[in-house]
């Protein structure tokens, strides 16, 4: 090891469960909730703010941690499980002091989310599940105690997204025919949905809130323009009637509101980080004294009380998870609650810093490279990491998997190739019919790009990624062999004809939009074949390692047993890794440690890092 080289970390430091997470206050601020592990899995405890009693284990899971949860109330916590990583989410209540644990959604196979917390209302929530019709999700107002449930909104078939007013009413949807997506909007709950506006589903107008009169809405659209803006909208005109901020270079996104002071409070979006546009002196001026009490870190607030006194807030960077801490702002106190990984320290991390390259066609790709420390960066073994998705990109921020490989004496490149997210309309466009083309060409032409930037060395590049990543990892090593020593696929892609056909019931809807964006199956099936991995296995030369969930209902199994059992047919060598209680991507901790263990092994017996 060079002179200076940072400690080396066991994979169990890296992905074990954090020793407590998730710090959550209650609205009146008497107690402070956080997750930590029981049994193994992630739990619930609370305790009272000021006490020196032990905290209680409010959840008693053992098979899966729990993965979020929030108040309701101040004598309630609701959090959501599903079984085996299906996806098939329950909404669950529990009593602050662990009583009363019941299963508001309690039916076998249905997928339920929360549409509204009602914050003013102590005994319900508005609950979405498609029991009645696997494909489609109904509204539900839930009583958390009884679990009792009436209809509120029953979805005609095409019904995407419901969006409530400030007074908890269904007021406003979203459709999608597949290619065309409408917004809904009524008056009242007793009037009927009327269609306002219909676009392509390329258009992008999505509702966010309405305005604290519960007249206007307030949106992240596209409509005329390249990158998505804060607008609002007024659903009596169907037109936008106020630009709140758009950003020249990237997609703005998030909006948030004092729901105690009814005033924006800022607008959110990501350059190569996290960017925050302030729209209030009170919550600027919150944040900037945050950012000086907790120089050298982001400073996010994850949780605060009703009366807006007391707040959770996380400091974290590209190098450690960071810390948890309660803050009162009417005395300025700041106290630590937790490190959430204090097995690993800051400085032994690497930093993940920005690049640019252009792709062959002129492109402007973005991305990220995370070098080893205590190395000279030249002649490295390279790991490309491409995200899932596709439609979602990598951002700034503590990566465990990057700071184990980085750790371990590799270069990590991190790809926002073409269809990436937050880059604009015709940046996302430029991925359409693309996989396997020019969305590969751009991890290729990122791997050519640190090779002539003398960083990598050429024999030693290895590729690997999730879900698309996965798919992206196949697509390397099928259509460019020689340009991979080693490669890793995680519950990815290998068919495009059987993906398409194993989809879960309620992604039906977007199945027409899946064809113009990746391909349809009939009428581009040369496209489709081409862009195949598992129909050209008899190109793939690069030893391989496959892991995949037997539950996945995203990426069904099929799509890894295929291109297993293709290549071991051929005599080429491939580990693969099952874990029977997982679904997409690997949630257990145990399940980690192995899948993460193998691979280090496995990229090493390639790589042979030096």
């Avoid at 049994?39 to 941690?65: Q, Y």
């Avoid at 693309?434 to 590049?461: E, F, N, S, Y």
């Amino acid at each position: 090891m060079a002179a200076g080289a940072p400690k080396q970390y066991s994979v169990r430091d890296f992905f074990r469960n954090p020793e407590q997470a998730s710090f959550r206050l209650s609205p009146n601020g008497k107690y402070i909730s956080f997750m930590q592990p029981w049994e193994g899995r992630m739990n619930i405890f609370v305790r009272t703010v000021g006490s020196d009693a032990a905290p209680l284990r409010i959840t008693s899971e053992k098979a899966r941690d729990i993965s979020d949860y929030f108040w309701k109330g101040d004598d309630h916590i609701l959090f959501a499980k599903d079984f085996g990583g299906d996806e098939n989410f329950h909404v669950v209540s529990v009593g602050r002091d662990g009583k009363d644990l019941k299963d508001l959604t309690p039916y076998p196979k249905v997928r339920a989310q929360i549409v509204d917390d009602l914050e003013d209302n102590k005994d319900e929530i508005l609950v979405s599940h498609n029991k009645r019709n696997a494909e489609i999700f109904d509204v539900y107002r839930v009583n958390v105690k009884t679990g009792a449930e009436k209809l509120v909104a029953k979805n005609p078939g095409n019904i995407q997204g419901w969006i409530t007013d400030h007074d908890g009413k269904v007021r406003a949807a979203t459709t999608s025919d597949g290619v065309n997506t409408s917004l809904l909007y009524r008056a009242s709950e007793s009037a009927p949905f009327k269609t306002i506006l219909t676009t392509s589903f390329k258009d992008s107008v999505s509702p966010l809130f309405f305005t604290f009169d519960n007249k206007k809405l307030y949106v992240a659209s596209n409509l005329g323009r390249d990158k998505q803006a804060i607008v609002v909208f007024n659903p009596e005109t169907a037109k936008e009637e106020e630009l709140l901020y758009e950003n020249p270079e990237v997609d703005v996104d998030g909006l948030s509101y004092s729901k105690k002071r009814k005033v924006l409070t800022e607008i959110s979006y990501t350059t190569w980080k996290p960017e925050q546009k302030f729209l209030d002196a009170q919550t600027e001026a919150l944040h900037k004294t945050l950012q000086e009490k907790l120089p050298g870190y982001e400073v996010i607030t994850q949780s605060h009380t009703k009366d807006e006194s007391k707040w959770i807030v996380a400091a974290y960077n590209d190098r450690t998870l960071g810390s948890r801490y309660l803050f009162d702002s009417k005395s300025g106190s700041l106290t630590k609650l937790a490190d959430i990984n204090p097995a690993i320290a800051e400085q032994d991390m690497a930093e993940m810093k920005p690049v640019q390259y252009k792709a062959r066609d002129g492109l402007l790709i973005n991305g990220y490279l995370t070098l080893p420390l205590g190395k000279d960066p030249k002649n490295l073994p390279v790991i490309i990491n491409p995200h899932g998705g596709p439609w979602a990109r990598d951002v700034w921020g503590y990566n465990p998997e990057v700071q184990l490989l980085a750790n371990r004496g590799y270069a990590v490149l991190q790809v926002n190739y073409r269809g990436s997210t937050g880059y604009g309309r015709k940046f996302w466009e430029a991925s359409f019919k693309q996989w396997g083309k020019t969305m590969q060409d751009d991890l290729t032409d990122g791997v050519q790009w640190l090779v002539g930037q003398g960083i990598a060395d050429p024999k030693r590049v290895a590729i690997y990624g999730g879900s698309y990543g996965g798919y992206a990892t196949l697509a390397g090593v099928t259509f460019t062999p020689d340009l991979y020593a080693a490669a890793v696929d995680y519950v990815g892609v290998s068919n495009l004809f059987t993906f398409m056909n194993t989809i879960p019931p309620y992604w039906k809807p977007f199945l027409d939009q899946m064809h113009e964006m990746v391909g349809d199956p009939e009428k581009d099936k040369a496209l489709l074949s081409a862009a195949s991995p598992a129909l050209h296995t008899d190109r793939i030369k690069t030893p391989l390692f496959v892991a995949q969930g037997a539950n996945d209902p995203r990426v069904n199994k099929a799509e890894s047993d295929q291109i297993v059992e293709s290549l071991r047919k051929r005599g080429v060598p491939v580990e693969y890794m099952v874990k029977d209680n997982e679904g997409h991507g690997f949630h257990n901790e145990e399940n980690r440690f192995d899948f993460y263990t193998a691979m280090e092994g496995f990229l090493a017996k390639h790589l042979t890092p030096q």
